[in-house]
C-alpha cells in the first residue's frame, strides 16, 4: 500500500475544499483502518467552513466528512471482532485521521457495524449520521450529555430526552399508541426520526415534507403527511384532528430553522418534550415557565465521549436491523468524481436543492 492517498482538504476557514495528499494513518490497538469506499455528505460539513460550528475544526488544513461505508485494510492488534476484509459502516469524527473524505480513515472498532448482503456501501454511508443523531438524542443517558462538544457550547443544559431505549425493557411500550409530530420528514435525519418512532410504537406519526416525498415517508412509518408549505397555524391546527385531541408529548425537528422550532415548541403539549438538532432559537415571547416543556439538543456523533457507550449499543444492533429492514437507508444519488464532486454536492445542500436523497461521494475514484 502507498504510504499517501488523496484527501479532500478545506485549507483555511471560509477558504477552499481542494483535493490534495495525506498520509494514511495507521491503527491503534483498538481501531481499524477502514479503505473508505462511500461517503456521505452532510449539511454539517458546509456549515463547519465559517460558522459557529467551525469549533470543532482544531487546525487547518481539515478533512470533513461524518459517514462513511467501506473495506476493511488493517485490524488494531487488540481487535477481535473484525477481520481484515469485513464490510463495514461507520461514523467519521473531525480529526483528519478518522474523517471520511478521503481514501482511507480510521475508527474505533466498537462503534463499527457490518454492512448485510441486503445494503450497498453506497446505501450504508447514508445511515451513520443520521440514525446517530435520532438515537442519541432520545436514549443516551450518560449523565455528562449536558457538557459542551470539542469547545462548542451546546444550546442548553439537555442533550437527550433519555427515554428508555427499544433494546431495553418497556423501550417499545413507553410511548405505545402515543402521537409523534417529525419536522422536515424527508431529510435524512427526519426518515431516520420516522423509523425510530416506529420503532418505539408511537401513533400516529405525523410528519412534514413536500407532498412528492409521501410515499417514501409512508414507507418509513410515517402515518399522515403535511405539507411542509403550509403556514404555522394551519399545521397547528391540523395536529389536534390527526391526534384524535390526544396530547402530542414528543416533537422532533430535523431541520430546525428558526420557523420550525416555533412550531416544535408550539406543537408539543404542555410537559411535553422537543428535540432541536441545531441550536436552540425559539422566540422567547413562544416560552411559559408553567408549560414546563423540555427542549433537547443534541451532538450527534458517537465519537464524542458522552456519546460513546449509547453508539457502541446502537452499532451492536444496526447490522440486524438493517438486514430486517428495521432500519432502511436514505435513498442515494452518487456524486460524480469521487472527491472531486463533493465541494458541488455541498453547495447544493447549502442551496436548499437536495430533497428526499443522501448525496454519497466515492473517494477511490477521484481523478
Not at 495525506?22 to 456521505?40: C, E, H, N, T, Y
Not at 492488534?77 to 480513515?105: H, M, P, R, W
Request: hydrophobic share 40%; aromatic share 8%; with cysteine.
Amino acid at each position: 500500500m502507498s504510504a499517501t492517498q488523496k484527501a479532500l482538504y478545506l485549507t483555511a476557514r471560509a477558504g477552499q475544499w481542494v483535493v490534495g495528499e495525506a498520509p494514511i494513518p495507521r491503527p491503534g490497538p483498538k481501531d481499524v483502518l477502514v479503505k473508505v469506499i462511500s461517503a456521505g455528505l452532510n449539511p454539517l460539513d458546509w456549515k463547519l467552513v465559517d460558522s459557529q460550528f467551525s469549533a470543532f475544526i482544531k487546525s487547518y488544513p481539515f478533512i470533513s466528512g461524518t459517514d462513511g461505508a467501506g473495506i476493511l485494510e488493517e485490524v488494531g492488534a487488540d481487535v477481535t471482532t473484525l477481520v481484515k476484509g469485513d464490510k463495514i459502516l461507520f461514523q467519521g469524527f473531525f480529526v483528519n485521521e478518522s474523517a471520511t473524505f478521503q481514501q482511507y480513515c480510521l475508527v474505533p472498532a466498537a462503534i463499527t457495524a457490518k454492512i448485510p448482503d441486503n445494503i450497498s456501501f453506497d446505501q450504508a454511508a447514508s445511515v451513520p449520521l443520521g440514525l446517530a443523531t435520532v438515537v442519541l438524542a432520545l436514549y443516551n443517558h450518560d449523565p455528562n450529555t449536558d457538557k459542551s462538544a470539542l469547545g462548542l457550547r451546546l444550546p442548553d443544559t439537555h442533550r437527550s430526552l433519555r427515554f428508555t431505549p427499544p433494546w431495553a425493557e418497556g423501550g417499545t411500550s413507553q410511548f405505545a399508541g402515543k402521537p409523534a409530530f417529525i419536522i422536515g420528514g424527508a431529510s435524512s435525519v427526519g426518515q431516520y426520526a420516522l423509523q425510530i418512532a416506529k420503532l418505539a410504537n408511537f401513533s400516529p406519526i405525523i410528519t412534514t415534507a413536500s407532498p412528492r416525498n409521501g410515499s417514501l415517508l409512508t414507507s418509513l412509518g410515517a402515518t399522515h403527511i403535511l405539507d411542509r408549505t403550509l403556514p404555522t397555524s394551519a399545521i397547528l391546527a391540523e395536529l389536534p384532528k390527526l391526534t384524535a385531541g390526544n396530547p402530542l408529548e414528543f416533537v422532533f425537528d430535523a431541520i430546525a430553522s428558526a420557523d420550525t422550532q416555533a412550531l416544535a415548541y408550539q406543537a408539543v403539549a404542555p410537559g411535553g418534550s422537543v428535540v432541536v438538532v441545531l441550536p436552540e432559537n425559539i422566540p422567547a415571547a413562544l416560552k411559559k415557565p408553567e408549560d414546563k416543556k423540555k427542549v433537547s439538543g443534541v451532538a450527534g456523533n458517537v465519537h464524542f465521549p458522552q456519546n460513546r457507550k449509547c453508539g457502541e449499543e446502537l452499532f451492536a444492533r444496526l447490522t440486524e436491523w438493517l438486514e430486517k429492514g428495521i432500519i432502511k437507508p436514505n435513498k442515494v444519488e452518487v456524486l460524480p468524481d469521487g472527491l472531486a464532486g463533493v465541494p458541488e454536492g455541498l453547495a447544493r445542500l447549502e442551496a436548499g436543492k437536495v430533497s428526499g436523497t443522501k448525496l454519497i461521494a466515492r473517494p477511490q475514484e477521484t481523478p
